[in-house]
């Protein structure tokens, strides 16, 4: 069983029919570890903000969306300090945004790897060798089971 932190991108996969659904539902279905930090609530229910002011969601759908994002299984962990700091350090050292390294510093914390469907995450990551381990796309994290 492996352990996974599901970053935003995937957990909005899983409440909203959209490319890679599927294998957001292969995922949150299997019986891997899922973690992720509470800071994926605050950015899916963005998500679900301009999904609605897009016209692709209607306001029901969208809080709908939320309440079922709620019900996923898996652990959400809080963001403290500590975490934050860790994920500033992360995103200095490959120059990538700290919202998304909070997401690799949990997976550090919690010796999983980040599952995702953001390729520019991805490579921004994989750039490094001592972090490349940390992060597996979306499609090889389905293909695993």
Request: net charge negative; with cysteine; aromatic share 4%.
């Amino acid at each position: 069983m492996a352990a996974f932190v599901v970053d935003a991108s995937i957990a909005c996969k899983a409440v909203v029919e959209e490319a890679g659904s599927v294998l957001a539902h292969t995922l949150f279905s299997g019986d891997d570890r899922l973690v992720a930090p509470s800071y994926v609530l605050i950015e899916c229910a963005n998500a679900l903000r301009k999904k609605a002011a897009s016209g692709g969601l209607d306001r029901a759908s969208a809080v709908a969306a939320y309440d079922d994002l709620v019900g996923l299984p898996f652990e959400l962990v809080p963001v403290t300090s500590t975490l934050t700091r860790d994920a500033l350090e992360l995103a200095l050292a490959i120059g990538h945004p700290v919202q998304d390294c909070i997401y690799l510093a949990v997976a550090r914390e919690q010796a999983a790897s980040v599952v995702t469907a953001d390729m520019a995450f991805v490579r921004a990551v994989r750039r490094h060798r001592d972090l490349a381990a940390l992060i597996v796309p979306i499609t090889e994290a389905a293909a695993r089971r």
